[in-house]
């Protein structure tokens, strides 16, 4: 019976001869087979396997039963592994020999196995980062040691573990590129923002928040900031640092700030610029303390680098600010706004967040030379109106992409 199944194996490889012909790129693992039994003894179909491979197996007594096989066209080691798993049994390598066993007998071998200790300097990675990962791999043995201050792990375990960890570290320890994000926060006259050379392309988004601190009142003359943010990138051709020059020469426009920061490709990061404001309150005892809460532009970000070279950006734009009607008993009003979202940017363009207006109230002055003065008449030339000055935060972020070889230097 034994040699009807061996027939029937082999009957199948010749029938697929065409299949099997070993070619340029059909060698190794890649040579495929195919094979149609019916409830053949697994210690047959492993022969048969080797032979057609030309490959080294060998199987340990408990290694046997049935299997039933209908495979069409695939990499012999493929077939072997799919015939090994409906049986429990498992392949182990080892200098060109196959071994197939059970996983109890694997198990057994690993804990007879004496233990090896071996220590990574890890250059580019963060060592606890790889132990999460590598933690997974361990055998029940098996330990994992991290030291930060060194950047190092110490690993211990069986030598076979060992041997892969080394493939696995020098895999995962490569350079990453990195992102220089240049940010520019800018007040502009809302009148004259059009001239900065802005496509508003991406939309409006909103989200806006409003937090009452509590503390003394004030009236800082400033309207509560809009909570709509609005995404645009700037328009080739435009030389944003001569138009801001010309604005500010005129005083349509102040560079508050333009801090950058270097990124890891997939790290986070924080941008931010205002100020920090003290607030009194009383505690329950009556005391007075004091507070310290931000009123500012902040921006977290967190690029990644796809293969065409192009930077997938989450942004996190919130802009804080004290509302000039603060007429909350014992408290101030803190109106911010704050959205999340991902653009993706190519090389070194730019994105604009915008929408945010500030209204600052006032009263001007106003007299007619020589004529005010006269008695009891100037005041008919001399009186006040009411002035209103509109101003947008733009924050200008653009992404630099620094190669991995360029990054690590």
Known sequence: MQRNWIAIIFLSILVCSPVLAV????TGYER???MNVEQADIRTVLRSIAEFSGTN???????T???TVLLNNVPWREALDNVLQINDFVAVEDKGVIR???HKDIANAAQLEALGTHIYKIKYARAETLKKTLTKLLTDRGKIESDQRANTLIITDIPTVIESMNM????LDQPTAQVLVEA???QVDASRSQELGVNWSYGNLENPIATTRAGANVDLGINNPTGSFTFGKLQNGIDLNATLSALEEDNSAEVLSQPSVLINDNEDAQITSGKRIPINRLDESGNIITEFYDVAVKLDVTPHINPNNEVLMTLNPEVADLSGEATVAGGIIILTSEVKTTLLVKDG?????GGVIRSKEGKLNRRVPLLHAIPLFGRLFDYEVETSDKSEILVFVTPRVIPADMANR
Request: no cysteine.
């Open 23 to 26: 070619g340029p790129n059909d």
């Open 32 to 34: 495929r087979i195919s």
């Open 57 to 63: 197996i060998v199987a340990g007594s408990e290694v």
């Open 65 to 67: 039963g049935p299997v």
């Open 100 to 102: 197939v066993t059970t």
């Open 168 to 171: 696995i570290v020098t895999e």
């Open 184 to 186: 520019k926060i800018v």
């Open 349 to 353: 363009e730019t994105v604009v967040i």
